[in-house]
């Protein structure tokens, strides 16, 4: 939610999946920010080491602002949008990372 500003099940109804694992569905650039936010939430994790269920949903939070902050300046410097409708089902077309899939 943090990264992309949707829930998994938005983020799939949005591609237009409904048993299928999303993330077998993101372009190159939607898998990098979400390996952004779990990475940032692991390293968060590794140095603070955060005890309970609440203290760890806010590192989650955090690692996963940290890749939504950095999707948004890409989103603004690139004049394209990150997230994208865009998905593998047969018969449907998966564009490029340079696709001008604009704003």
Do not use: C, W
């Not at 955090?62 to 949008?81: T, V, Y």
């Amino acid at each position: 939610m943090a990264t992309f500003g949707l829930t998994p099940s938005e983020y799939k109804n949005l591609k237009g999946l409904k048993s299928q694992n999303l993330r077998d569905h993101m372009t190159d650039l939607e898998l990098i920010f979400s390996m952004l936010g779990e990475a940032s939430t692991k390293e968060i994790v590794v140095n603070t080491n955060p005890k309970g269920f609440e203290a760890n949903k806010k590192v989650a939070k955090a690692g996963g602002k940290i890749a939504g902050d950095a999707r948004k300046q890409l989103e603004i410097k690139s004049g394209n949008k990150v997230i994208s409708s865009d998905n593998y089902l047969p018969g449907k077309k998966q564009s490029s990372i340079t696709s001008n899939n604009k704003k």
